[in-house]
């Protein structure tokens, strides 16, 4: 070694040994206590205690708890010890991956420790691993030790370098669900900004943006302002990626970037907002409001609605939030998070909240696994109105199915009922009540999404939106047929103020409208026995081994017992929705709504086989007649994907729209006899005809027709040479010819008088055919396998016949809340049963069908599906026995096309007819 | 920052095609006033703002740009004229015709560079008896612009609607100032509600290239710089929910070829090409060009996938070796096929 370079080996290693002794000196060590907290509205929160450091500086926290919870700034090395104590009702924890690897928790009311070295510059979040998505988060900023924080891009384009001294404020900024959940920290001092609040900032003041996320990903872009990618491009020495959108990836992610305010682009309100379209649609944006130095204006920030605000239950003079938890629990869909408050309101519902006018309602899809929409149903007149109400977010929607959340300010009192568009049976009610009034304001009049505008909120069709609401909502009001008691539905017992300032107490209305106490028919098996196996989706059925709902109810047709319930718990098995089986009826396929999975199930012993991704929210399965191949409707998304058989991988989705257009997202369809797929397309409102063999598309067919917008397609039946569609919203059938051409419209309420308070008169024969019928929200609607019956199960409670040969209503017959499922099974002997399902209740209706006359079709069957003691199960029940049928499937599968390809020994069962049942 | 008053001679006679409530909220002449003096004020201080920042070298874009609606439910934007001059306006350069003459989705790619302005003119031609699509605009990403020209709502901006609507064309100017070069996303904001129809086919691309620069490029896994003059073909691809839509660019001659939905891109073996892609809707991608590694931008990088949001933009440069196939890996973007060719032929 020559002496030179020994002598710069000798200084190199003094400077290290300086460095590595500076960076020890430096190194602080944080003794923090935190509590967790649940604020007024039901969330949670972290809340400071105390901060101390061994270099003495600490910030000012908020006093009380917030989210974000305490933004935590500390330099590399240091060491932190944060000491957490629980004060809520579930377990908590600190999670901080990057820098902390442990994931124990705190029960309630106990402390637990944690403590680990800020190892590496960044920006980390730190969260609870189950309850985030409820507000347990923040942000730990880990510096560099030298003050320097992340460059902004100058005046003349030139990457500047900035100390934190220099930072005239920071924003930490969290995306959880569709909402923005900000803090201010400015000269030591941290503000609690909440919900999508306004940024303020004065021109060219140097401004920190800690962007944070977690739960499922986002992008975020800030109008007119660009930085460089978070990327060690000086270490690189390479240019910076200039951006101005930063993906946050789902799980937990985050992002520090630096801005000059305004540079180049000027003063004004900088829109921040989340690029997923959907989240812009679920209200997730906020400002920045940059101001010039000597206009006058502060630069203050605002903050948003928080859950510490205005809300029943907690005057405040700040603006409130309510909160929703989108969830796969029956009934809770959208509960809200302080549940046991509004239980002991409601008496039933977790589902209904109460808001001062501008206070907001929140949504955050923390519990399922699911895509959904956050969708209004019906708004009171007005709300939507340019002037006084918001027309900008209301009627609030998202074109696509999604996962997130979403959050809506509501300024005009009343009624607002909120829904998916994908599972439209979960509600969310929210009452906007002027404290100045007397009684809780349903308001005058309300507007669905149908386009019926005005409707008197007195009227006959809004009480029972209302009711419909409190059975669908509520576990307790569903219908137990293994009770000897009447049925009662529990409705809250508060004054209301309805149509010309009326105020009149809920549950009194309810009752006298709708009756209580009502005696429920007697259960009885048909005396002549059906054909094999009838498999149910009950799909809320609760069991102990599985934190999701829903079981498979197997009846021996034979003789009308229980044969066997599936759970499956080893895959957790989420709300089973519907099935299908293979063409020797050995596999069944069974679809899980709320999840991402097709199952496939050994239909002899109930054994899992396979658990197949197969896309977001599947709903319904059929086969193809002709290759047995496995087709599933994406009820998320936008296709139908093919699983080919004997196999368990999906090898295309069929699109259901062009390329680039709005997701039809197809529910319930169906397969002609000769390999058409047909779907009715909830998003896009009409049914789409496809060809299986190259997934092209044939026809798309406009539905509805009995009210302006919004018919909601739900599911198909196919005839001989007809389509039959029914539109849940616009309650009525479409019938389609095979080529697409609409050849009639059925309306179902064409007897009964929506706008009228409840009378004698609300159904009478107004369509002159001598009958008096109804179907409100009708859902499936098969044909019987000669194409001659159409069994149309209606949620409202009613099961209506329809002759193909009139193509009208011939008969009306009684059914539960929540009437959902229909399928046809063989009679011995001879003939068909329809099978009847209702989701709010656990019986099985048989129908017999009469396929001579039509009209003469009876009920024949009331079966429980509550299984007794000794019924082979793989998990046991642990609540809502029975209740939730969806789904149904007789095996063996009996429609034409499909019986053809049966194994003779399921053949031998069937008469000559069944087995060419169109002649 | 100029707002023309179209001379519609009906508008003017206050016979309006559209009785929308929009049109009929803001009278014509009370407008064409306000936009005058406003117009006045801010070409002042785009002048002062331009001699400031020294940046007179660059050139002037004069775009007009027409926003359309399909059938099927798309709208697109199409390219009408496109004029290139100095400041001052001279050398003025008609060079329309290296678009498609028709609307596009993606729309034009509008390719300038560091330093340049452009008065971008939105024309609406809709339907304007569709209540609901009476507004629409172009709001860019990355380059400077004032508050005018955010292409927001007043709901967001506070100041104005800052639409095109049937009855009046709308102005933006945009800055590509220094710091500002790479490739933006522009697209509506204004159309149905505050968030527009960029979903529906209101997108396209600006390309900022930076005046004499280089690009990074892969060379036997090393980050070396390549001439920005050396790429023959610019490839803008959209990355949608369902399907990639994409429009190939001689970057020699400027000329723009439309190629739809999941398009294959053609190159010769041996030359240096560069893709632009861009996400948009709701999902979330993983981007792979098989067989390709490229420089991650912003380091040093090689990677061969990238995972991206919508609206974020991944730039990068290949030397076309082997034909291909780009696509996103996401599950359900991999079962609806969304992928496409990358053809590269021997020279």
């Given amino acids: ?919 | 920052m100029v707002m023309k008053c179209k001379l519609d001679v009906d508008f003017l006679d206050g016979k309006l095609h559209n009785p929308l409530p929009q049109v009929m909220r803001r009278p014509g002449k009370q407008k064409c006033l306000r936009i005058v003096l406003i117009t006045l004020f801010l070409l002042m201080m785009a002048c002062v703002q331009v001699q400031a920042a020294g940046t007179a070298t660059g050139e002037l874009h004069k775009i007009e740009l027409v926003a359309e609606k399909l059938g099927g439910g798309y709208f697109a934007y199409r390219m009408k004229q496109h004029l290139v001059s100095g400041m001052d306006g001279s050398n003025e350069q008609n060079i329309t015709s290296r678009y498609p003459d028709f609307a596009t989705i993606p729309g034009p790619t509008i390719v300038i560079n560091e330093g340049d302005e452009v008065d971008l003119t939105l024309i609406h031609q809709f339907n304007p008896d569709a209540p609901g699509e009476d507004q629409v605009s172009v709001h860019v990403h990355g380059v400077h612009y004032d508050i005018l020209s955010d292409g927001t709502l007043k709901y967001i901006n506070m100041v104005k609607d800052e639409s095109a609507v049937p009855a009046l064309v709308y102005e933006y100017k945009w800055h590509a100032a220094a710091g500002t070069a790479g490739t933006w996303p522009y697209h509506d904001h204004n159309m149905i509600n505050h968030n527009g129809a960029e979903d529906k086919g209101l997108y396209g691309a600006l390309i900022v290239n930076k005046k004499s620069g280089s690009v990074d490029i892969n060379l036997q896994g090393q980050r070396k710089a390549a001439p920005l003059s050396s790429i023959q073909k610019d490839y803008v691809l959209y990355m949608l929910d369902d399907t990639f839509a994409g429009t190939e660019i001689d970057s020699i001659t400027g000329q723009q070829t439309y190629l739809g939905a999941n398009p294959a891109f053609t190159a010769q073996q041996g030359t240096n090409v560069r893709f632009h892609v861009i996400a948009l809707g709701t999902n979330l991608h993983t981007f792979k060009l098989a067989g390709y590694g490229w420089i991650d931008p912003g380091t040093n990088a090689i990677i061969g996938e990238k995972a991206m949001g919508p609206l974020e933009k991944h730039v990068f440069t290949v030397r076309a070796g082997i034909s291909s196939v780009y696509k996103d890996t996401a599950f359900s973007s991999n079962l609806l096929g969304m992928k496409g060719n990358f053809n590269v032929h021997p020279q």
Wanted: aromatic content about 8%.
């Fill in chain 1, 1 to 919: 070694m020559k002496p030179n370079n020994f002598k710069i080996s000798l200084a190199l290693a003094f400077l290290v040994a300086l460095l590595f002794a500076s960076s020890l000196a430096l190194a602080a060590s944080h003794t923090i206590s935190m509590t967790a907290e649940t604020l007024p509205n039901g969330q949670f929160a972290y809340k400071m205690g105390n901060h101390t450091s061994s270099d003495g500086a600490t910030n000012n926290y908020p006093a009380g708890a917030t989210i974000p919870g305490p933004a935590l700034f500390v330099k590399v090395g240091d060491t932190v010890s944060i000491s957490l104590t629980n004060n809520t009702s579930v377990k908590v924890g600190l999670n901080v991956p990057g820098l902390s690897t442990d994931s124990s928790e705190a029960s309630p009311g106990q402390s637990k420790t944690f403590t680990f070295t800020a190892s590496k510059q960044g920006t980390y979040p730190y969260f609870d691993d189950g309850s985030q998505l409820l507000g347990l988060f923040g942000a730990i900023i880990v510096d560099k030790t030298d003050g320097s924080v992340q460059s902004l891009v100058g005046e003349a384009g030139t990457i500047t370098a900035v100390k934190r001294s220099d930072l005239k404020k920071e924003f930490v900024m969290f995306m959880v669900g569709s909402t923005f959940w900000g803090t201010e920290i400015r000269n030591g001092t941290q503000t609690p900004l909440w919900t999508n609040p306004t940024l303020g900032a004065i021109k060219d003041d140097a401004v920190r943006f800690h962007v944070l996320s977690v739960g499922p990903g986002h992008t975020f872009h800030l109008h007119a302002h660009r930085w460089p990618d978070e990327t060690d491009f000086v270490g690189m020495n390479v240019d910076p990626n200039i951006i101005d959108v930063k993906l946050m990836a789902a799980g937990s992610a985050s992002h520090s970037f630096t801005v000059k305010a305004g540079t180049g682009v000027g003063a004004g309100h900088w829109q921040y907002h989340c690029h997923l379209v959907s989240h812009m649609e679920s209200g997730m944006a906020g400002k920045f409001h940059v101001v010039d130095k000597n206009s006058g204006e502060t630069g203050n920030s605002i903050a948003g609605a928080s859950p510490s605000g205005a809300i029943f239950g907690n005057a405040s003079s700040e603006p409130g939030l309510v909160t929703f938890e989108v969830s796969d629990e029956p009934g809770s869909w959208f509960r809200s998070a302080r549940a046991d408050t509004i239980f002991s309101i409601t008496k039933s519902t977790k589902s209904l909240e109460i808001i001062p006018p501008g206070s907001s309602v929140h949504f955050i899809m923390s519990d399922t696994n699911g895509v959904h929409t956050i969708t209004s149903l019906l708004w009171p007149s007005g709300a939507d109105d340019p002037i006084h109400g918001d027309h900008h977010t209301m009627p609030f929607s998202q074109t696509k199915a999604y996962r997130g959340g979403g959050i809506v300010k509501l300024d005009v009192p009343g009624l607002y009922v909120f829904t998916c568009k994908i599972h439209p049976y979960m509600f969310a009610g929210v009452i906007v009540d002027d404290p100045n009034t007397e009684g809780l304001d349903l308001g005058e009049s309300i507007d669905l999404v149908t386009g019926v505008n005005g409707l008197p909120t007195s009227s006959d069709l809004a009480t029972r939106l209302v009711r419909t609401f409190f059975v669908a909502t509520s576990q307790n009001n569903w219908l137990d047929y293994t009770s000897s008691a009447p049925w009662h539905a529990n409705y809250a017992s508060v004054p209301v103020r309805i149509t010309g300032g009326a105020v009149a107490n809920l549950k009194d209305v309810l009752e006298a409208r709708y009756g209580q106490n009502v005696t429920l028919p007697a259960l009885f098996n048909p005396t002549t026995p059906g054909v094999g196996e009838v498999w149910i989706n009950t799909q809320f059925e609760k069991t102990v081994g599985k934190t999701k709902p829903g079981t498979i109810t197997v009846l021996d047709a034979k003789n009308w017992t229980i044969k066997r319930k599936i759970a499956l718990p080893s895959i957790n098995m989420n709300n089973p929705h519907n099935m299908w089986s293979n063409k020797d009826q050995s596999i069944v396929y069974q679809t899980q709504w709320f999840d991402t999975k097709l199952t496939m199930i050994n239909r002899e012993n109930g054994a899992l086989l396979h658990n197949i991704q197969v896309g977001d929210t599947p709903s319904h399965v059929m086969t193809l007649p002709s290759t047995d191949d496995i087709t599933v409707a994406i009820n998320g998304e936008n296709g139908v994907v093919r699983i080919p058989a004997g196999t368990t991988k999906p090898d295309v989705m069929m699109p259901t729209q062009g390329p680039g257009q709005t997701p039809a997202n197809p529910h319930g369809h169906w397969i002609t006899p000769d390999g058409k797929i047909v779907t009715p397309n909830i998003n896009t409102s009409d049914v789409g005809i496809y060809d299986s063999n190259d997934g092209s598309i044939i026809a798309r067919q406009k539905t509805g027709g009995v009210f302006p917008s919004a018919p909601h397609p739900i599911a198909i039946g196919v005839g001989v040479d007809k389509i039959y569609a029914t539109n849940l919203l616009d309650h009525s059938i479409n019938v389609i010819s095979f080529d697409g051409t609409l050849l009639k419209t059925i309306a179902l309420l064409a007897d009964y008088d929506p706008i009228s308070p409840t009378g004698p008169d609300t159904l009478k024969d107004r369509d002159g055919d001598g009958l008096v019928t109804a179907g409100v929200l009708p859902i499936q609607t098969p044909v019987d396998p000669t194409g001659r019956v159409v069994v149309t199960a209606n949620t409202g409670g009613t099961i209506t016949i329809i002759d193909t040969k009139l193509d009208k209503v011939v008969a009306m017959l009684p059914c539960d809340p929540g009437c959902h499922g229909v399928n046809f099974g063989a009679k011995q002997g001879g003939g068909y049963y329809a099978y009847v399902t209702s989701k709010f209740s656990n019986q099985l209706i048989v129908v017999d069908v009469d396929l001579k006359n039509p009209a003469n079709s009876s009920i024949v069957g009331r079966i429980s599906l509550v299984a007794g003691n000794g019924v082979p199960s793989d998990d046991t029940v642990s609540s809502l026995a029975g209740m939730g049928g969806q789904g149904i499937y007789a095996i063996p599968n009996i429609y034409n096309g499909w019986v053809q390809n049966l194994p003779d020994s399921w053949k031998a069962g069937l008469t000559s007819a069944q087995l060419n049942p169109v002649q």
